[in-house]
């Protein structure tokens, strides 16, 4: 087991692989023009002294009479950039991805993408087998870094990067403790390391319908699911989510599950759907090719029992018998982004890596988490810490 010592600079309580490899050379990231800081960082770094992470498992804890707004600013000034592969390519992964679709002589096929994101992997040392959904969430916020710049002036603090898992955990503990998701949340995600943690989602069967959707966050307006009473669930959600749905920001989640009809077949219903999101018009920034579209979406998070991963876009592809057929476009914590970005670049095998279609789609249930455009205020977010969740069934 990882043996634990306090950073020599903040006092900070942290397994030593992580203080050696990344924690310690952050202090010394800064520019040193940036004097004028000091005085509040010293004020942070005082209450960051409160801050620590008990081995192995154990999550950040201040003392309870700290205001909300300190702890907030201590977060702040504590945090550190998750280290990840940098793509070095104007436009990252997805630019590498849409040139291959260019280059694809098949005229039969329209391809949509989202904008940049950098892909995180999960790793060996610190969260292979547990941490899929941390770096899901990592890659839609580095999206959101890149693209929205009303939500990078406020995400994570302004700091213009995404932070390490850990301090993800405080931000959604942060979030927990300003009534953000039910408390029952807490009980199954109250510690990082060995936990699988995705955005407050959780599959159940039967027999955990209504727990289920208890712990449903604002962002999961989509289930796509089987063998389920759906008349119970809309029930839940109608009693819980009545008028949730009028204070979200753009929000689309009943016009887009009212277009497709229930007697659609299997997985294709999550398929149309997704290609929907990614089809709105008016979202539409550039063309690059009469095939190959750019759009403002934001990627989606994409879960299933076991894994998660994240849909960056959907090809639409008519075959020769006139049938049409979509595939799913995904960055997956499981795979290497080196191999993803040689792959690419070679046009050689990314197929595999990426394109998924509706026969690999073989889990019964799939939850998708989307994101609005806009930042939610007064009203408008109070409203969002209540269910918000739309359930289809096939």
């Known amino acids: 087991m990882d043996s634990s010592v306090n950073c020599p600079f903040c006092h900070l309580t942290l397994p030593s692989s992580q203080l050696q490899s990344r924690h310690a050379n952050s202090h010394f990231d800064e520019d040193d023009g940036l004097a004028e800081k000091d005085e509040q960082l010293a004020r942070d770094l005082e209450l960051a002294q409160q801050l620590s992470i008990q081995p192995p498992s154990s999550t950040f804890t201040l003392q309870e009479n700290n205001t909300m707004d300190e702890k907030i600013s201590c977060l702040i000034a504590l945090q550190y950039r998750s280290s990840f592969y940098h793509v070095k390519s104007p436009g990252g992964l997805i630019s590498l ?26 790793l060996a040392s610190e969260d292979a087998g547990w941490g899929c959904g941390w770096r899901n969430i990592q890659m839609l916020s580095s999206h959101l870094l890149s693209h929205r710049h009303d939500a990078s002036e406020l995400l994570f603090g302004g700091s213009g990067f995404v932070p390490d898992i850990p301090f993800l955990q405080r931000w959604l503990e942060i979030a927990w403790e300003k009534d953000f998701g039910p408390k029952e949340l807490q009980s199954f995600f109250l510690s990082v390391p060995g936990t699988s943690l995705t955005p407050p989602v959780v599959t159940a069967n039967a027999s955990d319908k209504r727990k289920a959707f208890q712990v449903y966050g604002p962002m999961d307006r989509y289930l796509v699911g089987r063998n389920s009473d759906v008349s119970q ?83 639409f592809r008519r075959q020769q018998n006139g049938v049409p057929q979509h595939n799913l476009l995904i960055l997956d914590p499981a795979h290497r982004t080196v191999a993803l970005e040689r792959s690419l670049r070679e046009n050689a095998g990314w197929k595999k890596l990426i394109k998924r279609g509706a026969h690999t789609l073989k889990k019964p249930q799939y939850q998708l988490c989307y994101i609005d455009p806009g930042i939610a205020i007064g009203e408008e977010m109070e409203q969002l810490k209540k269910i918000d969740s739309v359930f289809i069934e096939f």
């Open 97 to 122: 991805l849409s040139n291959c679709f260019e280059l694809d002589a098949d005229t039969n096929t329209t391809v949509l993408l989202s904008g940049y994101v950098d892909h995180f992997q999960s």
């Open 233 to 315: 669930l809309d029930s839940i959600v109608n009693d819980q989510s009545q008028s949730s749905t009028n204070y979200v920001a753009g929000g689309s989640d009943q016009s887009m599950a009212n277009r497709f009809p229930r007697k659609k077949e299997g997985h294709q219903v999550l398929l149309d759907w997704v290609w929907n999101y990614f089809s709105e018009e008016s979202l539409t920034t550039s063309v690059q090719n009469r095939h190959v579209v750019i759009t403002n979406r934001v990627p989606l998070y994409f879960q299933h029992d076991g894994h998660s991963r994240t849909i960056v876009g959907i090809q």
